[in-house]
């Protein structure tokens, strides 16, 4: 299974950026699949997840009402919409996949099974 994840770059604050991660090697309409971020000296964590069917989402407390995860099963790719983006930002955002039809969200990074290299976005003040 391969995760290309595209769409970072520089940014100034308040700016918007739309990441997307497109998955080969399997289908993932029966996937659970988050964005997780992992900034320099700090721990890599959840930003926004999507269960199976698209009925459930959530967001960490920082992003919300800023970030909107979706997925388009009919092209194996994940997005993540980043609206007024903000100099904490800056991160590697990586998306990441696990196989099954959970009612809810997955928030934690063992959670998932596979993990995409990770596109680097970088928000300027």
């Known amino acids: 299974v391969q995760l290309q994840a595209s769409g970072g770059g520089l940014v100034q604050a308040g700016g918007s950026l739309r990441l997307s991660c497109t998955v080969s090697g399997r289908t993932i309409s029966t996937d659970a699949m988050g964005w997780f971020r992992q900034a320099p000296g700090k721990e890599r964590e959840f930003v926004s997840g999507?269960?199976?069917?698209?009925?459930?989402?959530d967001y960490a407390d920082s992003v919300k009402g800023r970030f909107t995860i979706s997925r388009d099963n009919a092209k194996n790719t994940v997005f993540l919409q980043m609206n007024s983006l903000k100099p904490e930002d800056t991160a590697v955002y990586y998306c990441?996949?696990?196989?099954?039809?959970?009612?809810?969200?997955?928030?934690?990074?063992?959670?998932?099974?596979?993990w995409g290299q990770g596109t680097q976005v970088t928000v300027s003040s």
């Open positions: 999507i269960n199976w069917s698209g009925g459930s989402t």
């Open positions: 990441a996949g696990r196989p099954g039809k959970f009612s809810v969200v997955l928030r934690n990074t063992v959670e998932y099974d596979y």
